[in-house]
């Protein structure tokens, strides 16, 4: 069975949706702390002395929030580490018995998943604070702004309140940069290091099953709409190890004991990886290559290009975002008019399925809720 990071995607999308969760629900108290009493003329006085209600609020949502992403982090690693093993012990039932014994022992997975796991909560932990230094600041930018201007009726109120709200919910809790110096929100960031963990998981789990089995040849499948990172590596052969480098390599048949036959490889997995092969979101995979047995993938034809596959990704993202905005709204008409913004990107998502043929993903225009 082939093994891909799509194999162990949706893993990487639970631990996402405890961060997306957790920023919705900071929004519902953000709009209820600062809509209670709007009307008042205490109004600003009573904010004033509410913010240390708010930051304990806040910190027991993080509490909550650090206590389940590690536990689920710790259970998708897990996860994805077993489903990788698997995968190679039911690609290798044409081997011989002996390889196939070797494959079916269980390799320790415990201390591959510890480091893994280590890495995600070292790399997301400076989120958590974030996130309550962002929701608190938001507050107190409404109630400086109302301060400053002590005669502004409560609809003035109203309106800044809902401004700096939908500023925070368009955006979420951001200012996280990856190696390659790009941005992210908090629940991109949260996903794209579990997913990244999980793929990676995966992937070795698979490997280390080959290596002990013997099996140091793979082969990468054909994904329609690759993007330009990993064409050159689709419907290759590569080694499991080795060193870079295209090169003829001498292997045993796997099916006639002792004859051995040339197989050209385009260089080894790690090279392709490095090179970007199976980077998060990629949808190919790799599985063993027995000579003799394996078969190179016919070309496939694609459902639409890779710049389809991103346009559907930002309205995804776009109408999460407008269900972000309805979380944060203060009052009927706002919520109508966030609704309606949804419906229009949902539109555009149905329009571009229909005319390339890509599957639509509902899961992933879907806000996950508090439990």
């Known amino acids: 069975m082939p093994v891909s990071p799509a194999l162990v995607e949706e893993l990487a999308r639970s631990v996402a949706r405890l961060y997306e969760a957790a920023e919705v629900t900071l929004l519902d108290r953000l709009r209820a702390a600062l809509a209670d009493g709007i009307d008042s003329p205490a109004w600003v006085n009573l904010k004033l002395a ?30 994805a580490y077993e489903r990788g093993q ?73 309106q800044a309140a809902q401004s700096a709200l939908s500023r925070f919910a368009a955006k979420g809790v951001t200012g996280f940069v990856d190696t390659a110096g790009r941005s992210w929100n908090l629940v991109s960031y949260a996903e794209m290091a579990t997913r990244t963990a999980v793929g990676r998981a995966a992937i070795e789990a698979h ?10 040849l793979v082969i990468v499948s054909q994904s329609p709409e690759e993007c330009e990172r990993c064409r050159p590596w689709e419907r290759k052969i590569l080694t499991r190890t080795g060193p870079p480098g295209a090169r003829d390599v001498q292997v045993e048949d796997a099916l006639r004991d002792g004859e051995m036959v040339t197989v050209h490889v385009a260089g080894s997995l790690p090279e392709a990886r490095a090179a970007g092969l199976l980077h998060p979101n990629c949808r190919h995979s790799v599985s063993a290559y027995l000579p003799g047995v394996s078969r190179i993938p016919a070309s496939q034809p694609s459902r639409g290009t890779y710049e389809d596959t991103q346009r559907q990704r930002y309205l995804e993202r776009k109408i999460r975002e407008w269900r972000r905005l309805e979380a944060a709204a203060m009052d009927d008409r706002r919520r109508a008019e966030t609704r309606a913004r949804v419906r229009a990107y949902q539109a555009r998502v149905r329009e571009l399925v229909a005319e390339t043929g890509l599957p639509r993903k509902p899961h992933r225009e879907q806000l996950a809720t508090a439990r």
């Open 50 to 79: 509410a913010v240390g209600n708010l930051q304990a609020g806040i910190a027991e949502v993080i509490t909550a929030l650090e206590a389940d992403a590690s536990s689920a982090v710790q259970q998708a690693l897990s996860e």
């Open 86 to 158: 698997q995968a190679a012990v039911a690609e290798l039932g044409a081997l011989g018995a002996g390889q196939t014994a070797a494959a079916a022992e269980a390799l320790p997975a415990a201390a591959t998943v510890d480091r893994l796991a280590s890495a995600v909560v070292e790399d997301t932990g400076p989120t958590h604070l974030r996130m309550l230094r962002q929701a608190l600041d938001v507050y107190r930018e409404v109630v400086s702004e109302a301060s400053a201007a002590p005669l502004l009726g409560a609809q003035t109120r109203r």
């Open 207 to 216: 490997t280390d099953r080959l290596g002990a089995a013997g099996v140091d």
